[in-house]
Antibody
Framework: QLQLQESGPGLVKPSETLSLTCTVSGDSISSSKYYWGWIRQPPGKGLEWIASIYYSGSTYDNPSLKSRVTISVDTSKNQVSLKLSSVTAADTAVYYC????????????????WGQGTRVTISS | DIQMTQSPSSVSASVGDRVTITCRASQGISSWLGWYQQKPGEAPKLLIYSASSLQSGVPSRFSGSGSGTDFTLTISSLQPEDFATYYCQQANSFPYTFGQGTKVEIK
């Protein structure tokens, strides 16, 4: 059974860099031909797609985040990482890791497995 | 960016009711539309993909329809476990965007 587990600090200071890791179990990032992505949800608000990365390393990110995003994969650890620089209070949210179907699958473009989410607060 | 607008923002319904939620895209997205269910404190769950395809394990009382700019999620007979917030998502082009959500509440 596929499982995704997010991890990282729950509190980050303004202007610093938020770093999160998603550990995938039950599937191999390097061989499954899926995208892996990050989505966030500010308190009481809706969902915002942040970035996605293909197993080969090609990436896509949301221009609204003004190039503050770095997404990467570590196939040896079966992990996907997210870095968000120059954070402000507006970046306070629950951050989800999710599997995104590629063109090889019927669910192409859609997030079919999600982690439980990790809450991140930006505050001094 | 493609804007996704859901209506209504909330709906009150009783167990057994038929519930319909609408999602409109700011430009045509063919059938690149998905629906998610989110319960408080939980991650979203994919219900429908490609506008009308039921995700594995999702009850058949959920159905989706539409193409182009207008889409609908229908719950044919609302069950107690269906009280949640529902989101649409377009997968036509990056950046992927979600609707603002529709909360289905107990009447």
């Amino acid at each position: 059974q596929l499982q995704l587990q997010e991890s990282g600090p729950g509190l980050v200071k303004p202007s610093e860099t938020l770093s999160l890791t998603c550990t995938v179990s039950g599937d191999s990032i390097s061989s499954s031909k899926y995208y892996w992505g990050w989505i966030r949800q500010p308190p009481g608000k809706g969902l915002e797609w942040i970035a996605s990365i293909y197993y080969s390393g090609s990436t896509y990110d949301n221009p609204s985040l003004k190039s503050r995003v770095t997404i990467s994969v570590d196939t040896s650890k079966n992990q996907v990482s997210l870095k968000l620089s120059s954070v402000t209070a507006a970046d306070t949210a629950v951050y989800y890791c999710a599997r995104l179907g590629s063109s090889f699958y019927d669910t192409s473009g859609f997030f079919d497995y999600w982690g439980q989410g990790t809450r991140v607060t930006i505050s001094s | 960016d493609i804007q996704m607008t859901q209506s209504p923002s909330s709906v009150s319904a009783s167990v057994g009711d038929r519930v319909t939620i609408t999602c409109r895209a700011s430009q045509g997205i063919s059938s690149w539309l998905g629906w998610y269910q989110q319960k408080p404190g939980e991650a979203p769950k994919l219900l429908i993909y490609s506008a009308s395809s039921l995700q594995s394990g999702v009850p058949s009382r959920f159905s989706g329809s539409g193409s182009g700019t207008d889409f609908t999620l229908t719950i044919s007979s609302l069950q107690p476990e269906d009280f949640a917030t529902y989101y649409c998502q377009q997968a036509n082009s990056f950046p992927y965007t979600f609707g603002q959500g529709t909360k289905v509440e107990i009447k």
